[in-house]
């Protein structure tokens, strides 16, 4: 039987370097810290009544995204499937159940990211939590995302505070006070430049809601505004930049096809969906996503968002272990 011996030096350091990054102290207080979140935000989700689904990681269609990343798909039994960049379309089809109102999936999403985007907040495999409310409009949102992070906030202060002495940073950062405010992409671009989600940010004391992104064409364009979009991100204070987007969807067929016409996102892939919308069975929803290890590295505040996995998925780097 023939044995490994691992002699390449560049491949021993690597292993090295990952291994010391399993073994970092502070590690399991920050995972402590995380699962905390997670069991606020499951509690939050079941008193309001937004019913657990289980994530697909695996499905013939799949988030078309708004930027370019490295495609993943894999063939089963001769038909074409995609790992899940959101669960975005499955979220409005589960709501066609006429007994379901409000539900949430803990998502695995893989997002191949090209090396440009290896830095401090993306990773090319995360978790986000996403929900979708049938009926639901930006306000419904807002209020109800505003209440989940004071809830979870208020949750964490109380039960981790050995955890915050340990990592060595005090709680202040989660004292929320809603709502929050609310500012247009044009407004704080005008007023800062390019840069001005990182600028405001990093101004920032409180959280924020950031609305109309011109991006997926699944996300509403205002019909007595048009060319602004009932959509938005929350930016997490302090530097931490964007937590979370989402939108009020459209759901009808002429504007579907006319917003995947301007977004030149290629139909046949998504015929069966199209179907629905002209069968006019998806329903008005809106919803949102955000990303478990984002909150994570800002209520722990750390430096980059890898600093909270176990192991690395930052992307852009020459090779990972395991
Ligand atoms: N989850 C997001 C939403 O609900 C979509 C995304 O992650 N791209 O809008």
């Known amino acids: 039987m023939k044995t490994y011996v691992l002699e390449d030096e ?3 350091k690597l292993l090295d370097e990952t291994m010391e990054k399993v073994r ?3 590690l399991p207080t920050i995972l402590g810290i995380q699962q905390a979140i997670l069991r606020a935000v499951d509690d939050y989700m079941y008193k309001n009544g937004v019913v657990r689904l289980l994530p697909n990681m695996l499905a013939p269609i799949t988030d ?3 930027h370019s ?5 894999i063939t089963y039994q001769g038909q074409e499937f995609n790992l899940t960049k959101s669960m975005i379309f499955h979220k409005q089809i589960a709501l066609s159940n006429p007994n379901l109102q409000k539900i949430y999936i803990v998502s695995p999403n893989v997002r191949l990211e090209l090396p440009e985007r290896g830095d401090k907040r993306h990773l090319f495999e995360f978790t986000q939590v996403d929900f979708e409310f049938k009926d639901g409009t930006m306000d419904t949102v807002f209020e109800f995302m505003e209440g989940l992070i004071k809830y979870a906030f208020d949750y964490i202060k109380e039960e981790c505070k050995d955890k915050f002495e340990k990592l060595g940073i005090g709680t202040s950062h989660l004292d929320i006070t809603g709502p929050f405010e609310r500012h247009t992409t044009q407004e704080l671009k005008a007023k800062y430049g390019d840069d001005f989600e990182a600028i405001a940010s990093k101004k920032a004391t409180q959280p924020f809601w950031l609305i109309n992104h011109k991006r997926e064409f699944y996300d509403a364009e205002d019909l007595d505004n048009r060319g602004t979009y009932r959509n938005y991100d929350l930016i997490w204070p302090m530097g931490y930049v964007e937590g979370l987007s989402g939108g009020e969807r459209e759901y009808k067929y002429d504007r579907i096809i006319t917003r995947m016409r ?11 969906y199209i179907e629905l919308a002209k069968r006019g ?6 919803g949102a996503g955000f990303g478990v290890e984002r909150m994570t590295r800002f209520v722990c505040q750390q430096q980059e968002i ?5 192991f690395s998925r930052k992307p852009g780097k020459e090779k990972y272990i395991f």
């Not at 890898?306 to 176990?310: E, G, H, L, S």
């Open 281 to 286: 069975e998806l329903p008005k929803t809106a």
């Open 24 to 26: 970092r102290e502070k």
């Open 69 to 73: 990343v490295e495609e993943c798909a």
């Open 64 to 66: 078309p995204l708004c």
């Open 306 to 310: 890898d600093d909270v996995t176990v």
């Open 10 to 12: 560049k491949e021993l």
């Open 262 to 272: 301007e977004a030149k996102t290629d139909e046949s892939l998504l015929r069966n």
